[in-house]
């Protein structure tokens, strides 16, 4: 659900970027406040297992359709919603800037949809209430679920908002709804059974990282072994398991492919040409693979991509460093 730049108007970008920025600082300002210092590492295997998770597209079976975790839910959960409000704006800042996943202009937005509902709305108002009265495992796996689905839902209504406000009148309101909210729907179900597993490990393996998601602590506890295998896990999805990634187009390019008749819009001049000649420039990974010409490109039926695992690897490198350094920069200064 990586929007493209094209999907809207500079102004509704702009907004959107400012909005971003804001709730990223009111972030950076509570986890100065809140975020137990052992949790900054865990913000960057997080951040890079969340990159990973992205970069596998599953199909949806009978509708042509694929679609990928946001992961907006399962870092809240871990991390806590600040923290995971400012991991979720470094994942997708990479991907935007060295994947050519999603636009500049439409980052804010991006950030905005992903985060900010998942973090600040299904997180506090959904899991929480699920959990409050007693954190027992069914609570957790039911809360993780419907969380994960309602945060997506509201993410593929923002989306739908933000491209009527920038007029684009090739997506009529009606139409591109009904598209939007079903496919998000299944791509939900998934993305909410994925996420109850991830927490539900988490619960069983060390509880304390959901006890204290939110809440700095002192008793000692280590998180060594589960981040072990979550850094493990990580590797393994993004260096091999995204080979498997589904080919077929993504919820948006479904939706707005089933409106349209292509998957995407095109606009150009003025900012559109200076961010995308920007991004042609820093994405040394565009979609995931090397930057060759389309022409070049051999037709292979080996599911085996080494581009695709250079960018995974490259990929949770990044964000493990990124996602820990703002981390550390924020807990401290």
């Known amino acids: 659900?990586?929007?493209?730049?094209?999907?809207?108007?500079?102004?509704?970008?702009?907004?959107?970027?400012?909005?971003?920025?804001?709730?990223?600082?009111?972030?950076?300002?509570?986890?100065?406040?809140?975020?137990?210092?052992?949790?900054?590492?865990?913000?960057?295997?997080?951040?890079?297992?969340?990159?990973?998770?992205?970069?596998?597209?599953?199909?949806?079976?009978?509708?042509?359709?694929?679609?990928?975790?946001?992961?907006?839910?399962?870092?809240?959960?871990?991390?806590?919603?600040?923290?995971?409000?400012?991991?979720?704006?470094?994942?997708?800042?990479?991907?935007?800037?060295?994947?050519?996943?999603?636009?500049?202009?439409?980052?804010?937005?991006?950030?905005?949809?992903?985060?900010?509902?998942?973090?600040?709305?299904?997180?506090?108002?959904?899991?929480?209430?699920?959990?409050?009265?007693?954190?027992?495992?069914?609570?957790?796996?039911?809360?993780?679920?419907?969380?994960?689905?309602?945060?997506?839902?509201?993410?593929?209504?923002?989306?739908?908002?933000?491209?009527?406000?920038?007029?684009?009148?090739?997506?009529?309101?009606?139409?591109?709804?009904?598209?939007?909210?079903?496919?998000?729907?299944?791509?939900?179900?998934?993305?909410?059974?994925?996420?109850a597993a991830v927490v539900t490990f988490v619960w069983n393996a060390r509880p304390e990282i959901l006890q204290s998601s939110s809440v700095k602590i002192s008793n000692g506890v280590s998180y060594k072994k589960v981040m072990v295998i979550l850094l493990c896990a990580t590797v393994f999805i993004g260096g091999i398991l995204s080979w498997y990634a589904s080919s077929n187009p993504d919820g948006l390019e479904w939706s707005i492919e089933n409106v349209m008749g292509t998957p995407e819009l095109e606009t150009s001049g003025g900012i559109y040409d200076t961010l995308s000649n920007l991004q042609e420039k820093t994405a040394f990974l565009p979609d995931y693979s090397f930057k060759i010409d389309s022409e070049a490109k051999i037709e292979s039926n080996s599911p085996i991509n080494g581009g695709t695992s250079l960018s995974g690897i490259v990929g949770i490198l990044l964000t493990l460093a990124f996602a820990t350094s703002i981390g550390l920069i924020s807990y401290r200064y």
């Open 1 to 195: 659900m990586h929007m493209a730049d094209a999907l809207i108007t500079p102004i509704v970008g702009g907004a959107m970027w400012a909005t971003s920025t804001g709730v990223a600082s009111y972030s950076v300002k509570k986890v100065q406040q809140d975020l137990d210092e052992k949790k900054i590492p865990l913000m960057g295997i997080m951040g890079a297992f969340v990159f990973a998770a992205q970069m596998i597209n599953f199909t949806i079976p009978g509708t042509g359709s694929s679609g990928h975790i946001g992961g907006g839910i399962l870092l809240a959960i871990l991390l806590g919603p600040h923290a995971g409000f400012i991991t979720m704006a470094s994942i997708l800042a990479i991907q935007a800037l060295f994947f050519a996943d999603g636009g500049l202009l439409a980052l804010g937005a991006n950030i905005f949809n992903l985060g900010f509902y998942t973090c600040y709305l299904a997180y506090p108002l959904i899991y929480k209430n699920i959990v409050k009265k007693e954190m027992t495992k069914t609570r957790i796996f039911v809360g993780s679920f419907l969380s994960a689905i309602i945060g997506l839902q509201f993410g593929a209504f923002s989306v739908v908002l933000e491209t009527l406000f920038s007029g684009k009148t090739e997506l009529p309101f009606n139409i591109f709804v009904l598209m939007m909210q079903p496919i998000h729907l299944a791509i939900g179900i998934v993305e909410g059974l994925l996420t």
